[in-house]
């Protein structure tokens, strides 16, 4: 996936060091054209490839919170857990 992203942005760099060098081109020309044909688009593509990734990872953060939640409700019945000091306090 990052190859392909590497191999574009290198083709978008000569495009603009071509547009900065040639003697009709110009800085700021090389600057658009590194931005709307590298930039933009690599940003695009990966975000559209990257969706998977993060669905899993935020299908996985839910199932630990879910995993999370029932281990407490189990602890939370009438009784005090086993592990709980009862506070110290001065007497009157």
């Known amino acids: 996936m990052y190859l392909i992203a590497i191999a574009w942005g290198y083709v978008?760099?000569?495009m603009a060091l071509a547009e900065a060098?040639?003697?009709?081109?110009?800085?700021?020309?090389a600057l658009i054209t590194l931005l709307?044909?590298?930039v933009l688009p690599i940003?695009?593509?990966l975000y559209?490839?990257?969706t998977p990734h993060r669905k899993k990872a935020r299908k996985r953060q839910e199932q630990l919170e879910q995993e999370a939640a029932n281990s407490s409700q189990?602890?939370?019945g009438d009784h005090a857990t086993a592990d709980a000091l009862a506070p110290v306090r001065k007497e009157p």
């Open 12 to 14: 978008a760099l000569m």
């Open 21 to 29: 060098t040639s003697s009709q081109g110009s800085i700021l020309g």
């Open 36 to 38: 709307l044909y590298g």
């Open 43 to 45: 940003s695009i593509v």
């Open 48 to 50: 559209l490839l990257g």
């Open 74 to 76: 189990a602890n939370s």
